[in-house]
Structure formats: structure tokens, C-alpha cells
């Protein structure tokens, strides 16, 4: 069964730094798209960043500039690199993951449990 594993959020002071981090574990044959999303208290969730598997990156226009996605194929891991962290950046942010478990197989969304960014002003 396949996983996805978050882990680098926490508590931050606006201007700070953090860096999440997925892990994809289980039966993969290959992972698609990698991204993150993020909820804050009362909203929708919404779309931070894609990276598809040899594609180009994609990012919401509140993060451009700031926030840079990257993966490591070898590791089945993602990156969030968060700079210049704002107030509202708080929220739980969650990774997703397109994968195909077997070859010729379909492809299903996976998402990671959350994990919390708290920006303190």
C-alpha cells in the first residue's frame, strides 16, 4: 500500500525559513506528478506547488518567488523549499502524489496526512 509521509513543518517567524519533506513508500511502479497543498482554518484547500515527473514546476501566484518545489526521483521524495514565510502562509499543508502502482496500470491520488506551518508575526 502505498504512503506518503510528510515531516519538516512547525513554528516560524514571519521572514524564516522552512523545508517539508515527502517520502512515497509502498508498491510504486512510477510517481507522476508530486505536490503540495495547504489548508488554513475556514478555507479551501488550495494548490501551492506541482512538479510533474520531467515536467516544468507550477505555483500558486501567493507563493511565486518564495517557495521552490523540487524532487528526488531516486528517494521518491518531495521538497518544499518555504522562504520569506509570511503570516499567511500558516496552515496544514499536505503532499499529493499522482503514482501508478503497476506498469499499464492506473494511476491513483494519494495524499499525505498534513502537517502543520504555523508564521508567527
Known amino acids: 500500500q502505498v504512503q506518503l509521509v510528510e515531516s519538516g513543518g512547525g513554528l516560524v517567524q514571519a521572514g524564516g525559513s522552512l523545508r517539508l519533506s515527502c517520502a512515497a513508500s509502498?508498491?510504486?511502479?512510477?510517481?507522476?506528478?508530486m505536490g503540495w497543498y495547504r489548508q488554513a482554518p475556514g478555507k479551501e484547500r488550495e494548490l501551492v506547488a506541482v512538479?510533474?515527473?520531467?515536467?516544468?514546476?507550477n505555483y500558486a501566484d501567493s507563493v511565486k518567488g518564495r517557495f521552490t518545489i523540487s524532487r528526488d526521483n531516486a528517494e521518491n521524495t518531495a521538497y518544499l523549499q518555504m522562504n520569506s514565510l509570511k503570516p499567511e502562509d500558516t496552515a496544514v499543508y499536505y503532499c499529493?502524489?499522482?503514482?501508478?502502482?503497476?506498469?499499464?496500470?492506473?494511476?491513483?491520488?494519494?495524499w499525505g496526512q498534513g502537517t502543520q506551518v504555523t508564521v508567527s508575526s
Open positions: 509502498g508498491n510504486m511502479f512510477s510517481i507522476n506528478t
Open positions: 499529493n502524489a499522482v503514482i501508478t502502482e503497476v506498469a499499464g496500470g492506473y494511476a491513483y491520488e494519494y
Open positions: 512538479i510533474p515527473n520531467g515536467g516544468s514546476t
